[in-house]
């Protein structure tokens, strides 16, 4: 069983390896260059972002695209979700990259150590993705949660950063305990940690009294590292406080591991115990849904709002789950276009701030259409498709989700789901309005360069331009739910 | 009944109700402690019961590690910081009204754990009997063996999160003080003799007669 690792063990890791390798080189390069030639950072994580996009996509089009590879001894997996899942990582993050730069060298913090945190964190997320074993699947996590309380601190000398990182790192901290002593409950009922093997002994036993007490801390471990209710109270302290390069990428990308990590261990390895947890995950995807649609109501600083969305869409997402097989794969479908949504919106954040000013609140983007029409047009563009309006991809991914648990007859969740994103679609509204039909406060010019500028255009029209792949993405989501 | 409180049995899982009750103690003290260096000290007490622990399951080589290096060298390194620290202890207050609401559900939680698992639990453990090791049995290469091919991975997860914990330190914490005087040895090579080190000022000439003067 304990073999000798060979090439062929390490060739399914290679994307992993050359995330690593690419963090190590920027850390070392981030000594030698100054912040006016800091492009060279980001080009570095660039280049090594696409060449780990390049290998998956070998390996996802190789033999063996629909097999499963488990490797170093049960530890890691390379499957068609994993592969998907990543892609969809590398796509965010190039957004990232690009958009916290701009951000950094406004608010004149630009250090090398940013974008080798970020990449750090990038792995752990593709640890969460392809762990499979809890072992791993844990250390995935930490890693990813390190790097962002680090992330979270970066502004050192801003009290609100410093603030948001400590309530970040000691919920943090409680939360990998509760999910540590759940795993640990776990092992005990069945001796083992690996995925496939837990599922195996889950289905052979019948006392499932330790499994479900087992079961319970862990999915207190999950909600919170999603953001869900009753565990959100970290979300909007954290991406407020967060300086915003920080925010767009914990909003984004970890939302796709935190999918990825959930069904691991929920879908996957506790599969035995699917009445079990399915009754919890639509408590937790209700009330998220609920708290977040009704806390955003009354928010006037926009990053502190886009918090409270993102819980509501994490209630969304989450109550795929409820619908089994179907289900899973109209969640990945959702978590994959919301990230793509919600990079985009901080984006938006990004580049209407500049030296010396952070568009926070609302009403800084009132009469954004006189002053720019073009963003103003993007933003509405964002805004509609989180809040689900026809025809743009929110609406569609929602509609998908929705879907999948009225096919399995819960209709009452899909009523209460419809009826709150309908509330929901008012601070979206809100924030349409203030853009076309208010005065404008100020004549501040956008200042970004024109590279971001066309990368976040390109991203805002993804949420028309992803219609016509709609077909094609879902095919992808249910073949690699099937192939699980 | 008589011959069993004097068989090893009794003797092993009596040590280990005792070491545990320690443990538990001493990291409920680290955490409730005023003076840290009383919590340092009750988190070597939690370390050695651990070892304690850990050499009743026969797994030497881990509990000796433990107590060289947490013991030995982490939290010697982690008093002499506090001692260097200037801290000042605040006296104690009694309980705030956060402690006595979180005791109070803390309780409640445990009441209500109990009930759910108490007589449902047992039987649903594995009956194993404890490890028993044979003669000459190697507890270095069992951890070695585990530690670099089973869990390779997951090994060198742990030293990325290591790298970036300090990275993350460092990053937070390195400041550059404002009065630093020390030369930089690569622009002192960089000076020129024309244009950096002297310096031509030019000023007027002062007027011969004020040289002395009194008046």
Known sequence: ?484 | MLEYLVSAEFYQIMLFYVYSFILLGAAMAVVTMRNSIYSALFLILSFFSAAALWLLLEAEFLALTLVLVYVGAVMVLFLFVIMMLDIKVKPNKGMSSYTKVGLFVALLMLVEMMMLLGKKLIPALPQDDLVKHIKGHSNVKEVAESLYTQYVLPFELASVILLVAIVAAILLTLRKRKDYNHVKPESQVHVKATNNRMRVVKMEAEKGNDIGGDS
Not at chain 1, 246 to 268: C, G, H, V, W
């Open chain 1, 1 to 484: 069983m304990n073999s000798i690792l060979g090439w062929s063990e390490l060739t399914p890791i290679l994307p992993e390896l050359i995330i690593l390798a690419t963090a190590c080189i920027v850390l070392v390069l981030g000594l030698f260059t100054s912040s006016e030639k800091g492009g060279l950072l980001v080009l570095t994580s660039i280049v090594g972002v696409v060449f780990a996009a390049i290998t998956t996509a070998k390996f996802h089009m190789g033999d063996h695209e629909l097999t499963r590879q488990v490797l170093f001894n049960g530890n890691f997996v390379r499957d068609y979700m994993g592969d998907i899942l990543k892609i969809a990582v590398y796509a965010v993050m190039l957004f990232v990259f690009i958009y916290s730069k701009q951000y950094l060298r406004d608010k004149n913090i630009f250090k090398g150590e940013f974008f080798a945190l970020m990449l750090f964190g990038m792995l752990g997320i593709m640890i969460m993705i392809s762990g499979y074993n809890y072992i791993t699947l844990y250390l995935g996590l930490e890693l990813l949660a390190l790097s962002s309380y680090a992330l979270v601190a970066y502004d050192r000398d801003n009290m609100q950063s410093n603030e948001s990182a400590m309530k970040y790192f000691i919920l943090g901290a409680i939360a990998s305990g509760m999910l540590l002593y759940g795993m640990s409950m776990i092992y005990g009922a069945v001796g083992t940690l690996q995925i496939d093997h837990v599922a195996l002994q889950v289905s052979n036993t019948n006392n499932t009294m330790l499994l479900s007490f087992g079961l319970v801390f862990i999915m207190v471990g999950v909600a919170f590292k999603l953001g869900a209710a009753p565990f959100h109270m970290w979300v909007p302290d954290v991406y407020q406080g967060a300086p915003t390069a920080t925010t767009l990428f914990i909003s984004s990308a970890p939302k796709i591991a935190a999918f990825a990590f959930a069904i691991r261990l929920l879908a996957q390895s506790l599969e035995g115990l699917f009445d079990n947890w399915q009754h919890i995950i639509s408590v937790i995807a209700m009330l998220s849904i609920i708290i977040g649609n009704l806390f955003a109501l009354q928010q006037d600083n926009i990053k502190r709002l886009f918090a409270y969305s993102t819980i509501s869409h994490i209630g969304f997402m989450l109550l795929g789950f409820v619908g089994g097989i179907d289900g899973y794969a109209a969640s990945m479908f959702y978590i994959i276009t919301y990230a793509l949504m919600s990079v985009a919106g901080f984006g938006m954040i990004i580049i209407l701030s500049c030296k010396g000013f952070e568009a926070e609140k609302i009403s800084d983007f009132k009469g954004l259409n006189q002053r720019n029409a073009w963003f103003a047009f993007m933003m509405l563009l964002i805004v509609a498709s989180m809040a689900g309006f026809p025809p743009l991809i929110g609406f569609f991914s929602k509609l998908v989700v929705l879907k999948a648990i009225v096919d399995q007859g819960y209709y009452v969740m899909a009523g209460i789901a419809v009826v709150f994103a309908v509330i929901g679609s008012f601070y979206y509204l809100k924030i349409i309005k203030v853009m076309y039909f208010d005065e404008s406060e100020s004549d501040q010019e956008i200042t970004a360069g024109f590279d971001v500028k066309s990368i976040l255009s390109f991203n805002a029209l993804l949420q028309l331009g992803l219609l016509l792949f709609i077909p094609s993405i879902l095919s992808y989501c249910i073949k690699a739910i099937e192939t699980l």
